[in-house]
């Protein structure tokens, strides 16, 4: 059984794959970690209401409904603590957080950083061969644009062509020159006869690889 050795760039795919998955790791337990803000705000919020409403006399006060709002105040900060946002030496704030959570997500976030390292060192040590893996894409895309612009230098001749023909109309017609549409390159900044560089570093073009123009 045959086996096909895999290109460089199917290994940095792979690697990149890795942090993908890393990160996304990362987003679901900050997730994880706004919901338990929420939780906790959401609960104490309820309960506020109830006083606030009560006070207002919008309503009777109901132990019942107070010890269930209590009961659940305590029951969403059962497994949180406060933690506190510092700014410069001042404790400018706190939050809610789960500290199991936390240390899960610090976990994530240094199995990110770790994925991301091996994707840069993979580039470092295999930088050449990545790179002659692109040239020779590049020249087959190169190739394939400029088949394109050929094709576009048919059209633009009809186009324009057909167009030129309506100049002595216009006049006759009533119509101004500027009801005339705009070529549909205009604002590209390139034209039919435009050189296709290759898609790559200009400073990593061989020197035998001039910018051609389409035949």
Known sequence: MRTTKRTGHAELEAFRTRVAEARQRVDEL?????KVRFAV??????LGAYHAAVEAGERDADPEVEAKLVAAVRDAASDVTDKPIVRGSRIVEE????????ARFHGAMRALDEREREVAAFIGERFDDLAQELAADGQKAREHFEAAWREVRKADDEWSGVLRKWQPLLEAG???P???PTHPLHGLGVGPDAGVPLPMPRSLVPADAPRRKAA
Do not use: M, N, W, Y
């Not at 900050?30 to 706004?34: A, I, K, L, P, Q």
């Not at 705000?41 to 309820?46: K, N, P, T, V």
């Not at 939050?95 to 936390?102: A, G, I, N």
């Open 174 to 176: 009533g119509i101004e």
């Open 30 to 34: 900050e997730g994880e970690r706004r």
């Open 41 to 46: 705000q959401r609960e104490q919020s309820a």
């Open 178 to 180: 500027s009801d005339l």
């Open 95 to 102: 939050e809610v957080v789960d500290p199991r959570l936390e």
